[in-house]
């Protein structure tokens, strides 16, 4: 690891720009987790109620979760207090005058969120944004009380909105394209993974989620079987921890009867309440969850939820509020399935899936059968994703790696798609420029360990190859285009999307980015020229330091390296590109000196030095704590893949980049078929590998 004292913390310095006062309107449930998750992410916020007891009890909130997230190692004790700090909390709205967004969490009635937003549009400044998180009312309806309408946006956030990933970002008609990029870039400086969705009833989640818990009672109702036995079918079905009983008794009855009579009202009779979930809010107690589980009814009540929820979940699909990947997306990250929607239906089959959604229209009338699935069923084809997207605008094509679910890791999919956007990309004339970049959190976490473990133990090595094999040519074809490729590191990169930011003609960094080499902590190499791409650009004693410890590269690190040729803050990354584009890119592989706090980790990597880390001898000519740490991680690397990496940076030296790929790749079989590979690739994520040197 740098020695964190080398280096500036630049994380403060940059300028947000666009985005420096949130104002959050409402400081119960959903507002004060709003705001702490806001201040947490370093925005400064005002929250405001409309009495003094009640912002007192927000506050008393969002230091109670603190304090929960202090004492599971989340958050560190010293940062309670600067993000309290970041947290202005008040009853007087002329407070957020200045904000540049206001998100009202206030009561779900509509004549008080009317007056408020009459208000706010009163007392705000002009290019305020302000968004609404009804989960019940039509966005439009809010935006229509203010005199900016293209400035009105739905935030819908889900609970616990300091934990959960998920935002429904919801546009009406009249939202201005400026507004709802601002939406988006403060959903990723606040950690959400957004969803655009249009404005119509339930948005994408609430119109499958709640039909769910509303089927679940119907079939109480019906006696299908016993509530227990229900309960137990949908956790089966969906992979779930809690079912849809128990999920009203913690969210509340109310609420279920609320979203449901709504979804009702607008969209009939199929998604209205039933009665017995309306009674059970009469007599105002919870679900009885007791009982035994009556297997022979298990997959009869699983077939009517399959039914239920895909069937909705297509519906909505067919009528444009959502696409495929964001409705999984939205089961996954906000409901935490473990398979989407869609996903659920390629599992079980499109057959199945046609004959339960088959029964749901016949059963219900007025639901009827959604084209995209009849489509489906008619091609006899599983569904399949679109995960890159291809944006161009301004003569810059964006290339967006769009899994943020699994950290857009590499798979044969992704690179298959990458590939087709980037070649549409390079073939039309009105690109100048491509740019890569990931959504969510992470720029790219890797490749796809689960698929390496399943070749493995299918003793398809070859596969492997091969894919990587096509990989190596993407990342060249990307290296050498005419058109400038620059990789947008706005979050970490590891393995294969460092390797892919490296192959770029240039790399843009935010403060959240970063890069990585941790494959020889779980026995393999980086097999994408990552190793040989970092040689060329900082030489091969760096490069052998950070491939044999692991240890990331922050923002600040690689433009000091000149690994990268530019740090800028989130905001400020289209005016960034927009003057870099200008300029002619320097060469990322001209010599460059290496700046004083490198040098002692260049000398890690000397020759010396790594024949003695390989043979675990205390490395010489460094501080000893630095020697000291950098033994100890190298210890707990697999010793193959050391070796390897050490002889591949060796030979590759001065060869041209093909010939450098071919000796990496010719390599790979050997250490995928090492007993150290399966046992790092398979204990990711679980616990520490126990590598045998073989
Ligand atoms: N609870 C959820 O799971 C959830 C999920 C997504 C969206 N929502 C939506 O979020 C909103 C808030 O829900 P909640 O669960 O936090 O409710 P809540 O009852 O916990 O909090 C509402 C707060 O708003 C305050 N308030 C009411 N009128 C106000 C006004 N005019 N000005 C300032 N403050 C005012 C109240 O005093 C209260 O503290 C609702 O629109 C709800 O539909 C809730």
Request: proline residues 5%; contains cysteine.
């Amino acid at each position: 690891m740098i020695d964190p004292n080398l280096i500036v913390d630049d994380r403060k310095e940059v300028n947000m720009t666009q985005i420096s006062k949130i104002g959050v309107i409402g400081a119960g449930n959903m507002g004060s987790g709003i705001a702490q998750k806001l201040a947490q992410e370093g925005i400064p916020v005002v929250m405001i109620d409309t009495q003094k007891d009640f912002v007192e009890r927000g506050l008393a909130n969002i230091t109670r979760t603190l304090a929960d997230g202090v004492q599971r190692k989340i958050i560190k004790p010293a940062q309670v207090d600067e993000i309290l700090g970041r947290i202005r909390a008040t009853t007087d709205l002329e407070a957020v005058a200045d904000a540049d967004l206001v998100i009202e969490a206030i009561f779900e009635d509509k004549t008080v969120k009317s007056e408020l937003f009459k208000k706010l549009d009163r007392v705000c400044s002009d290019r305020t944004i302000l968004a609404t998180n009804t989960s019940s009312f039509y966005v439009r309806e809010f935006a229509a009380q203010t005199a900016r309408p293209d400035r009105f946006i739905g935030l819908h956030y889900f609970y616990h909105p300091a934990k959960n990933r998920l935002l429904e970002v919801i546009p009406h008609d009249g939202t201005s394209p400026a507004t709802i990029e601002t939406s988006l870039l403060l959903a990723k400086l606040h950690g959400k993974t957004a969803i655009v969705v249009k404005d119509e009833p339930g948005f994408a989640v609430n119109r499958f989620f709640v039909p769910f818990l509303n089927e679940a009672v119907r079939m109480l109702e019906e006696r299908v079987a016993g509530l227990a036995t229900i309960e137990a079918a949908a956790k089966r079905a969906f992979n779930i921890g809690m079912g849809p009983f128990e999920l009203m008794n913690v969210t509340g009855i109310p609420i279920a009867v609320h979203a449901a009579s709504t979804l009702g009202n607008e969209l009939g009779a199929f998604y209205a309440p039933a009665k017995a979930l309306q009674s059970q809010l009469q007599m105002k107690t919870n679900w009885d969850l007791s009982g035994d589980v009556d297997e022979s009814r298990i997959a009869a009540v699983a077939d009517r939820f399959y039914g239920v929820c895909l069937g909705v979940a297509a519906a909505l699909v067919d009528e444009g509020v959502a696409s495929i990947e964001d409705t999984d997306r939205g089961a996954k990250i906000g409901l935490r399935w473990l398979l989407g929607p869609f996903e659920i239906m390629n599992k079980i089959g499109i057959d199945k899936t046609y004959q339960a959604v088959k029964a749901i229209t016949e059963k219900y009338p007025d639901f009827k059968m959604p084209q995209i699935l009849a489509d489906q069923k008619a091609i006899g084809k599983p569904f399949s994703f679109n995960f890159v997207d291809l944006a161009i605008k301004d003569g810059i094509a964006t290339i967006t790696l769009n899994r943020p679910e699994a950290m857009n890791a590499l798979n044969e999919t992704i690179v298959a798609q990458l590939e087709t956007c980037f070649t549409e990309a390079e073939k039309d004339p009105a690109v100048k420029a491509v740019v890569f970049q990931g959504a969510g959190k992470a720029f790219v976490a890797g490749a796809d360990i689960r698929y390496f473990v399943e070749k493995i133990k299918a003793a398809k090595i070859a596969d492997i190859v091969d894919f990587t094999r096509k990989g190596h040519e993407l990342l060249l074809k990307i290296e050498t285009a005419a058109k400038p490729t620059i990789a947008l590191l706005d979050g970490l990169s590891m393995g294969g999307g460092s390797e892919l930011a490296l192959a770029c003609r240039a790399i843009v960094a935010t403060p959240a980015g970063s890069m990585a080499f941790p494959e020889t902590g779980i026995g393999i190499y980086p097999g994408l020229g990552g190793m040989l791409r970092l040689a060329r650009q900082v030489g091969p004693e760096l490069a052998k330091y950070y491939v044999f410890t692991g240890a990331s590269l922050s923002a600040a690190d690689m433009l000091a390296l000149g690994i990268a040729v530019r740090l800028c803050g989130p905001g400020e990354v289209p005016a960034t590109l927009a003057v870099l584009l200008q300029e002619e890119l320097p060469d990322k592989y001209r010599p460059r000196d290496i700046p004083p706090q490198f040098v002692p980790y260049r000398r890690l990597g000397s020759p010396s030095n790594i024949a003695g880390l390989l043979a675990g001898k205390m490395p010489e000519g460094v501080a000893d704590d630095i020697a000291a740490r950098t033994l100890k991680s190298v210890g707990f690397k697999a010793p193959l893949a050391l070796k390897i990496s050490n002889e591949i940076i060796d030979a590759q030296a001065g060869r041209p980049m093909a010939d450098a790929v071919a000796i990496e790749l010719g390599r790979l079989a050997e250490i995928f078929s090492s007993a150290d590979a399966l046992e790092g690739l398979s204990a990711l994520g679980r616990k520490r590998p126990e590598f045998k040197g073989k």
